[in-house]
T-cell receptor, first 109, second 113 residues
Framework: AQRVTQPEKLLSVFKGAPVELKCNYS??????LFWYVQYSRQRLQLLLR??SRESIKGFTADLNKGETSFHLKKPFAQEEDSAMYYC???????????FGTGTLLAVQP | DTGVSQNPRHKITKRGQNVTFRCDPI?????LYWYRQTLGQGPEFLTYFQNEAQLEKSRLLSDRFSAERPKGSFSTLEIQRTEQGDSAMYLC???????????FGQGTRLTVV
């Protein structure tokens, strides 16, 4: 079964601290993984996708097929990073996204 | 065109009533998706259109739900005989094709009382 697991509902860190948002997946085949972010009162938007292998707003994520993980990392958190983060897997030919339950990142001043 | 547009933003309805939501995708986007999000959960796939053709429906989409995209542009999602369990945020997304980013609308929040 295709599934995305985000074990933490809430992650609270202080400004300047490192951040790691965990994501594990279950998928038979070659997965395509994404991180979406939703800031307060804004729509869901793409943060990054693993095939791009790029850093967006200081965030990076590496696909680890051995551990079936796609953790999101940032070395120094900023207050403006506070948001809801969803890990997602693209499943099947329809391009539909399978989302995890999300992690709320709260960066304290 | 400022992105995917959904109307209404909020809808409160009595149990048993029918409701219809509208989604206007980004121009030229061939693919349109509907998702549902309940409290504490991530968005869950409901259905998908390639132009005007509805190509996949989730098991979540019971017989009371119907979606259309008659001219391959805007789409409507209708829920008949609403139940309290239908209360959720209904999200629409569109993409140019299979390999490009899906852009989401701000959603329609449905409350069934």
């Amino acid at each position: 079964a295709q599934r995305v697991t985000q074990p933490e509902k809430l992650l609270s860190v202080f400004k300047g601290a490192p951040v790691e948002l965990k994501c594990n997946y279950s998928y038979s085949g070659s997965p395509e993984l994404f991180w979406y972010v939703q800031y307060s009162r804004q729509r869901l938007q793409l943060l990054l996708r693993h095939i791009s292998r790029e850093s967006i707003k200081g965030f990076t994520a590496d696909l680890n097929k051995g551990e079936t993980s796609f953790h999101l990392k940032k070395p120094f958190a900023q207050e403006e990073d506070s948001a809801m983060y969803y890990c997602a897997l693209k499943g099947g030919a329809t391009n539909k996204l399978i989302f995890g339950t999300g992690t709320l990142l709260a960066v304290q001043p | 065109d400022t992105g995917v547009s959904q109307n209404p933003r909020h809808k409160i309805t009595k149990r048993g009533q029918n409701v219809t939501f509208r989604c206007d995708p980004i121009s030229e986007h061939n693919r349109l998706y509907w998702y549902r999000q309940t409290l504490g959960q991530g968005p869950e796939f409901l259905t998908y259109f390639q132009n005007e053709a509805q190509l996949e429906k989730s098991r979540l989409l019971s017989d009371r739900f119907s979606a259309e995209r008659p001219k391959g542009s805007f789409s409507t999602l209708e829920i008949q005989r609403t139940e309290q369990g239908d209360s959720a945020m209904y999200l629409c997304a569109s993409s140019l094709d299979a390999n490009t980013e899906a852009f989401f609308g701000q959603g329609t929040r449905l409350t069934v009382v």
